[in-house]
Each structure stands twice: as C-alpha cells, then as structure tokens.
DNA sequence: CTGAAAGCGCTTACAG
DNA sequence: CTGAAAGCGCTTACAG
C-alpha cells in the first residue's frame, strides 16, 4: 500500500499502462474516455473500472497537444490597483474559475498595466490559452484590437460600441435608471449627479440611465446638477458645496469610491445624512459597507457575471452560436441614506 | 504581406518549418534556442536571425511535454470573499504574475472555498502545473498537507509551525511591536488590544508583537484591555464599551474590518478620535483610506510580497537551495488617529 | 467493434 | 559541432 503510492509519486500512469494492463489498444482506452466511437459494453466496462480503481488521469497537457487545444483560459485584469474594484474582480474570478473548472478547463491570469501590452502578448504567443476574457472594456480598447488582429477568441466584460466583440456585463444603463427614478417618485427631485471619466465606457451608461428615468416621469433635468469627470478630491469638495447651495436634495454617486469621498466632505461641513443630504452610490463595493448611515445603492452579482462570462467563452470556443450581447440584472437596496 | 499574416494565423510555425528553411536538423534548432550543447557559431548566428526576422516562438506546450515540465505555476486564492484583504491578493497576484512572466511561466490561479479540497485536487491531478503559491496558512492546513502527500512542491504565503513548509510573509511580529512600541512611548500606556479568531496563525503573531513592546519597556500588560476572538458586532461593541470604561487611551485593532467596526461604535457613541480615544490598526487595507480621521497603521507591500514567493518557488523547482523562512518587512504609518 | 501507425511540436541521449 | 531517431502521453484517420 505505501510502497505503491510511493510508485505512484514517481511515475505518473499513462494510457499505455492501462492498455497494457487490461490487453486492449491504446485507442479503445482513448476512445471509452472521450465517449468518442462505438466500443463494446464489456471492453468498455472493464476499462473504466480499471480506470476508477487505478484513479488514473490522463494527461491534459497531452491530451492538448494531440488535439492542439490547451484547456486554459486567459483572464486579463487590470493591474494598475483600482482598490474600489478589487472585490468586484475577487468575485468575478470566482465565477469564472467555477465555469472553467466544470468543464475541465483551468483559468490562467495576467495582469496587464496601463497600456503595456506585453503580457497579453506573451500569452497569446506562448499559446497557452484557447480564449481569453478581457475583465475591463476601455473607449480605446489596444487589447481587444490585439486579440481581434491575432485571430484569438475572446470575449470581454463590459460594454462597447464595437459590435464585433461578444460582451457581458450587468444592464448598468437599467439599473441606474431605477434607482433614480425611485428617488424621483419619493419626492426627490432635486437629483445631483456626480461620476468620473468619460473616457470609461461605464460612466456614460450610468449617465444614460439616470437622464431615462427623467424623461420618464417627464422631469427636466437641471444639468447644473451634473458633474462629470470629478477625478480629485478637490473638485468633488467644490461641487458638493455647489450642490449644497443649489438646494439638492440627494446626490447619486457613480460609484463608492466618488461616494466615500462625498460622504467626508459632507462630515466636514457637518451636513448630516440622510437628514440634511440624502446620499446613494450606482455601485455596491466593501467600501462603503461598514458606513454608518448604511448607503442605498445598486447590487451586482459578480460571481454570477463571471460564470456567464466564461461559460459564454467556452461555447463559443465550441464553435456554437452564442450572443454577442448579454445583459445581466441587478438589484436596488435602499437604506438609510435615503430615507 | 496580408497573405503571410493570413497563413501565419492559420497555422503555426513549427521547429520543423525552421530547420527546413535553414537546411539543418531541428536538433539544432533546439539546441540554439535552448543555448544547450555547442553549435557553429555561424550556425547560430543564422538560426537566431531566421528565429528573429520570421517571429518564430516555439510551443511551451510541446517543450513542457517533452520536458515533463508544464511552465505554470498555480496560485491558490481563498474564494470565500473576505473584502478586506481581496486588494492584498489582488496586489500579491501582480507580484507573482510579474516574476513567473519574467521567467517565461504563466499563472494559473485556482479558487479554494473553505475545506473544499476539489479545486486543489484537479489542479494537482491534471498536471497542469509545476509547483503551487498557498495563499493563505491555516492553522490546520489541509491544502498543505496534501500537496505534501502528492510530493508536489509549493511554498506558502504567511507563517506556520510546521517547519517543512517553505514560507513567504511579511514580519507581522517585529511590526506590531514597533507599532505598538511608538504607542506606548507616546505616554498611551493604557492601549487596548482587539483581534479576531485565535484559529488564524496571524492573530497569534499579532499577539506576541503586542506582548514583545510591553516586555521590552518593562511595562505589564493588562490583560483585560486583550480580546481576541471578536468575530461579531455585538461583541465588539461591548468590548469597546468596556475598554473606555477602564479607561484605555487607544484602541489597537488586528486589521481593519475590526478597525472600521471600533470605528462605528465610538462614532455611534460620539466618542471622537483622537481627542477621546486613540484607534490604530495593525494592518493596511483600503478599507481605512479615506477615513477621517486618518488612521494610523502598519504598511506592507503585497507586491513584493507575491514578487519573492514567486522566485522562491521557481528556485525551488529548479532544484536550488532556498531558506525555509523569509520575512519582509514594513512600514509604520503615523496618522492622526493616534495624535 | 478494435488496433497499428502516424502525428501533435518539442527534447535529448546516442553516435558520429 | 551536428543529426537521426526515439520519446513525452495523448488522438485520430485509416484499415480491418
């Protein structure tokens, strides 16, 4: 017993071995572990017993080459860290890693910053994925071109205008409108809004989604009430005061990060929520978990974008017909800061 | 020139098309490659140029194979999300994806919920890798003491008894001191000490640190300003209710999940820091970023962290000698909070 | 239903 | 210094 796991530890089984053993062809223990051709139920039988007793695994590796598949797929995430987002991509790789596995596949990841496409190069060349997931979609996306230019598989998490690319993501556009529109029908209608970059993709989407639930209830929108491109501390301070004097009522943020440092600047000026100022977030990171008043804001199931993602990968590597376009739902949770 | 794109990106060039073009064996081609065994320096010099001008890259898989090597390296991640630390893995994750790139491996990560060993087993059985990154030490580690059954090689993030493992961490003990130490010269001799389960083996390390300052000024610590296990809310609270009726002067909390709830009960308390009470934490997350008040804590850099495990693990394969114990080390980060 | 043989793209004794 | 050949552990026409 011990000394045949001792074997065990130093010569892996091969297929060869199992033939052997069992007086068949390399080809019918082959062909009763891919299910491929027709073999006979008793030579079938005897194989995977054998098989079951032995624990023998065949070599994937191999098993790759011969098939000129590899069973990996390539997750690119950003490597720059986004902290607000490190959660969000935890749980998606969780997803995705849960996807691959199900089906035998294993998830290698690289780590790409800024505009440095090396490693995305290095992975593409080594030829040691059959598809990738791209986590992040950028306005100006070098890696998607990349990808599309080398004839790799790919599909990406998120949200482009480039209709070739077969994207998942959450409908940010719905969920945003929602959210606004149930602050409007509480009476909220003085609605600040206040997000980042409009070079993201995302940061329109959500723009879109809150001018929806305007037009909707049929309300004009005060554009004084909305501030794009707040990337510094300093401005967002100027625009909260801003906000203030106009006579906002609420301010929708587009994501936690923004939000925290909307919640300081209120703390500092001693406007208190949600009695002064009511106060939401478009996205639901571990940032603002713990805050006391607890935030309403928009949920997203990570984990549940990641399995779509991968499995959506798989079958197209599959060559099966899948959509270019899927959209995930969300969940509103007030609490609160908007009460 | 399209057509040559065309047929390079149906089919591959191989050592074989090489040789071929070249007129040599595809021994030599590998020797050149592999800088093994002497070649003619013309030779060489004629491969390595062909090699360059046509972008040949040869197939790892195909290398690995004959080799018995794979040129992958696993990463085990807890998959149950503990938000505090997921900027820690996502940070670590860079590091490690660095060195194996600069080493011409790839990453490929697996995902490990609790005591579900399914994950690790696939990722050992199916041979898709050379050698394994554990994440993250159990005090009870029955990851680690399966890939020592599986003869598998892997080294280990974090700090544990079992002095087989080769192990990767930052110095926690030597950095609470310190912390701690700063602390108590500051005239604070009162500091209160709040951590969670004793089943982590940091929570222990932690701990010693603490006791290490108190010993090296000669002051004795009271033990009833220590609680450790404190994995709920309500047991917080009370904690903290009962520290500042004894009179404590600053609150050291284990990491900043605990941190951000000690937090929320003085807020809730209108107990203000720092003129109230000091709160410091032991560990750097996000989490504490933006607070205000600035939190004092330690610093340490995940990068790096990840960047040395690598390498060690690489070493390790290679068959070189590599200490079984690296620590790293950190940073004291004075803020407000402890003013 | 089953098998011998060639092949996937490399490496590496062995021989010269 | 260089090459023919066997081998890594599988798969898959092809033939029976």
Redesign the interface.
């Known amino acids: 017993m011990t000394m045949e796991k001792e074997k065990q530890?130093l010569k892996?089984m091969t297929i060869a071995d199992v033939a052997e053993a069992l007086g068949v062809s390399k080809t019918t223990v082959s062909r009763v572990i891919s299910g491929k051709g027709r073999i006979g139920s008793d030579t079938k039988e005897r194989v995977l017993r054998y098989i079951e007793e032995h624990d023998y695994?065949p070599?994937?590796?191999?098993k790759?080459?011969a098939q000129n598949k590899?069973y990996?797929i390539g997750l690119i995430?950003p490597?720059n860290?986004n902290?607000?987002d490190?959660?969000f991509?935890?749980?998606c790789?969780?997803g995705i890693?849960?996807a691959a596995?199900a089906a035998?596949y294993?998830?290698?990841?690289?780590?790409i910053c800024d505009h440095d496409l090396t490693?995305l190069e290095?992975?593409v060349?080594?030829?040691?994925v059959d598809g990738i997931i791209l986590s992040r979609t950028l306005v100006e996306d070098a890696p998607a071109a990349y990808l599309k230019q080398?004839?790799m598989p790919f599909v990406v998490i998120g949200t482009s205008s480039d209709t070739d690319l077969i994207q998942i993501d959450h409908d940010h556009r719905e969920a945003c409108r929602e959210l606004t529109s149930v602050l409007l029908m509480k009476g909220l209608h003085k609605v600040a809004l206040i997000g980042g970059s409009r070079e993201i993709v995302i940061t329109n989407t959500r723009l879109q989604g809150y001018l929806d639930a305007f037009e909707e209830q049929e309300l004009t929108v005060d554009s004084s009430l909305i501030c794009l491109d707040a990337d510094n501390g300093p401005m967002l301070e100027r625009m909260v005061a801003e906000f203030v004097k106009k006579g906002a009522e609420c301010i929708l943020c587009m994501d936690d990060?923004i939000c925290?440092?909307v919640l300081?600047t209120l703390?500092?000026n001693r406007i208190s929520v949600p009695e002064d100022m009511r106060v939401a977030s478009f996205y639901n990171s571990?940032?603002l978990?713990?805050n006391?008043p607890a935030i309403t804001s928009l949920h997203f199931d990570a984990a549940a974008l990641g399995t779509v993602t991968c499995r959506t990968l798989l079958d197209h590597l599959e060559g099966k017909e899948v959509s270019k376009k899927t959209l995930l739902g969300y969940e509103v949770v007030l609490k609160e800061s908007t009460k």
Chains 1, 2 share one sequence.
């Open positions: 530890g892996k695994k070599n994937v590796i191999a790759g080459l590899t990996n995430l490597g860290h902290f607000v490190s959660s991509f935890q749980q790789m969780l890693s849960e596995a035998d294993d998830m290698v990841v690289s780590m490693q290095r992975l060349l080594n030829n040691k080398r004839h990060s925290c440092q300081n703390k500092k571990p940032l978990e713990n006391l």
